[in-house]
Nanobody, 121 residues
Framework: QVQLVESGGGLVQAGGSLRLSCAAS????????VGWFRQAPGKEREFVGA????????KYADSVKGRFTISRDNANNTVFLQMNSLKPEDTAVYYC??????????????WGQGTQVTVSS
């Protein structure tokens, strides 16, 4: 069983930066394609970005492209979401999710519990 635990959320002013962590257990992050999602109050869950199991291929939602970066530290079994130039619109609960697929999956099998990110203006 794969378990994912997000951390690093908090309060930050607009224009600031925050790094979220997704710690995985059960499988190495080197064998997982990991996606990041977020859900703002009153809105549907939104795709943020993803990093493939092999090759290090990434994709991002247009709303965060150029500001957010996904990376991984396989030695520590952790995937990161570096968020720069944060905007109030980025306020949401952020979730990491994982799949054992080699490329971007249509759905993710494992989900973390989420971490709150609040960006003030």
């Amino acid at each position: 069983q794969v378990q994912l635990v997000e951390s690093g959320g908090g309060l930050v002013q607009a224009g600031g930066s925050l790094r979220l962590s997704c710690a995985a257990s059960g499988r190495s992050t080197s064998t997982l394609t990991v996606g990041w999602f977020r859900q703002a109050p009153g809105k549907e869950r939104e795709f943020v970005g993803a990093l493939t199991r092999t090759g290090g291929t990434t994709k991002y939602a247009d709303s965060v492209k150029g500001r957010f970066t996904i990376s991984r530290d396989n030695a520590n079994n952790t995937v990161f979401l570096q968020m720069n130039s944060l905007k109030p619109e980025d306020t949401a609960v952020y979730y990491c999710a994982a799949s054992m697929t080699y490329y971007f999956p249509s759905q993710y099998n494992y989900w973390g519990q989420g971490t709150q990110v609040t960006v003030s203006s």
